[in-house]
């Protein structure tokens, strides 16, 4: 158990250090361009992972109080599993997919809480308002689990333009990987794949 709690722990540090970085040195919406392929771009998500959201201020404190009951499961769920002496793939892809929950979550738990600016619900418009400048270590914009999760890593591989004959999207432009993420997300999508798809119940 303590070695998967070591892949849990090492993963949460890597994640808050470069959010902390993002968050305190680069303005909101900002990019650096590392290569062709590969940009730091800064943004906040009030939701789920990959920039899904959904239902406002209110449904933020849901999906975050949820991502605390997940947390709970997936620990409960590693815990058995060690104990029932699972492959050594099912572990470390349940403790990549625990520590990714647990990366989000710490955002959206305490990031309102201790930096002065952040994404922020306007209930007069029904959106989320962005904010300039460079966040730092503060009294908080927001409340416990109403902070947000921050996101850095973007791929944009290749981009283009729909053909016009083509139904709904014709002549629009297109980039893909268009998602910006962070490395939790990568940790919970790693996770899940092992699991999927190079487990096959061996016993470790």
Same mark, same amino acid.
């Given at each position: 158990m303590k070695k998967h709690l070591l892949i849990?722990?090492?993963?949460?540090?890597?994640?808050?250090?470069?959010?902390?970085?993002?968050?305190?040195?680069?303005?909101?919406?900002?990019?650096?361009?590392?290569?062709d392929w590969f940009n730091i771009h800064y943004i906040e998500n009030p939701g789920m992972a990959f920039g899904l959201e959904w239902g406002g201020n209110i449904g933020k404190i849901v999906l975050s109080s949820f991502r605390l009951v997940a947390i709970v499961a997936i620990f409960i769920w590693l815990k058995r599993s060690v104990e029932?002496?699972?492959?050594?793939?099912?572990?470390?892809?349940?403790?990549?997919?625990?520590?990714?929950a647990a990366g989000n979550m710490i955002d959206s738990a305490f990031y309102g809480m201790i930096f002065d600016s952040g994404l922020t619900y306007n209930a007069e418009i029904e959106n989320w308002v962005a904010y300039g400048g460079i966040s730092q270590f503060g009294a908080g914009y927001?409340?416990?689990?109403?902070?947000?999760?921050?996101?850095?890593? /973007? !791929?944009?591989? *290749?981009?283009?333009? =729909?053909?016009?004959?083509?139904?709904?999207?014709?002549?629009? /432009? !297109?980039?893909? *990987?268009?998602?910006? =993420?962070?490395?939790?997300?990568?940790?919970?999508?790693?996770g899940v794949i092992l699991l999927i798809f190079f487990n096959r119940g061996k016993k470790s």
């Open positions: 849990v722990l090492a993963i949460l540090v890597v994640d808050q250090v470069v959010k902390i970085w993002v968050k305190t040195t680069m303005g909101y919406n900002h990019s650096i361009q590392v290569t029932k002496n699972a492959s050594k793939v099912q572990l470390i892809s349940i403790a990549l997919i625990l520590a990714g927001s409340g416990f689990l109403q902070g947000n999760v921050v996101d850095m890593l /973007s !791929f944009p591989l *290749f981009s283009g333009t =729909f053909p016009d004959w083509m139904p709904i999207w014709g002549g629009e /432009s !297109f980039r893909f *990987f268009r998602p910006i =993420f962070n490395i939790a997300d990568s940790a919970i999508t790693v």
